[in-house]
């Protein structure tokens, strides 16, 4: 089932189920979604070739459409729905399913969406001269293999376990052709504690150096994220460096200047003020990985909040990321809160506590929390 992925339409994981009117695509679609609703987040895209109204008359939007209203909006605490004139941008396509887990879009036959088809003869010509492309498997009735020589998985139509998981299998390969690397944020200031922090020796080496060691336990590429120039001299110039191209933006421009460096990455992201980070945080924020959400990260045992810096950050979150900072939002904490994400409880583990001030140094030494 490997294919050279082309650039989504509307989502990183979107299929198609396709064909001529009348073949059956909604009652097939209908009965993958009832399959799917306790495991996957799946967001449905009707492709219409007519017109459609989506809204009842008489109604408060319905009336403000009629009155020449260029969108409506409408909410509720479970629901929320839009409807705007005109054709949909690329740039509204490929956001407004990406907090979801994948999509299943109805039609496109002849877009580059990978698809099903439900068999027709006249498909095939269509299919063999690439006028319909990225199609993975026919469908048709169950006395019917039309393609044995195509070498196309052909499923029967009532055969919707079958479907549902070859479709399942696609969308985990795709999810599993993003490598994941890590990522040691080292670029800050430390204006509070008057010191880099990446330096500070909780034991016989730097804590920057720790955190790499710790991730690098478990990942084949780790970074350390830095400002250009910002170790040379110091121990941490022999590790791999990405630049930050957004000085001033925080952890969130050492995030997304290594996006911009790897694109197809995924990044487990660290601070470097964390002395009793641990294997088994790192190995458990891996384990228990949602490659279909947007992150993967644990609770705050402060205030219940995502904690943004020991964190997995999904390829597809770039895109998030930038239109916070287009927002003027520079907290990766704010933007796990409003995003998809699986957030994972700590317990009473206080691995994640960070240190910022010389007091909160000078005393975790007097502890003796770390020999």
Known sequence: MSRKKAKHLYHPTEIAIAGYSGSGKTTLICQLLNIWRNSYRVAYIKHDAHRFVMDRPGKDTS?????????????????????????????????????????????????????????????????????ITEVLAWIGEPNEHPDPEGGLPYFRRDDVAAIAHFIAQNWQEVLQGKPLSGLVLTGGQSSRMGQDKALLRYGDKPQAQVAFDLLEQNLEEVYISSRPGQWQGTPLAELPQISDRFEGFGPMGGILSAMLAFPERSWLVVACDLPRLDPNTIERLINERQATQLATCYRSLHDGLPEPLCAIYESRMKERLFEALGQGIHCPRKVLIHSASKVLELGESNTLENINYQSEYQAFKEQGALT
Not at 64 to 81: R, S, T
Not at 88 to 106: C, K, P, W
Not at 109 to 120: D, G, H, T
Request: glycine residues 6%; proline residues 4%.
């Open 63 to 131: 009336l403000a459409w009629q009155a020449g209203a260029e969108q409506v909006f409408i909410a509720d605490q479970e629901h929320f729905a839009s409807l705007s004139r005109g054709t949909s941008s690329m740039f509204q396509q490929r956001s407004m399913s990406r907090d979801f887990d994948f999509a299943l879009v109805e039609g496109h036959k002849a877009s580059k969406i990978p698809k099903l088809l439900f068999w027709n003869p006249e498909l095939k010509p269509m299919v063999n001269n690439g006028e």
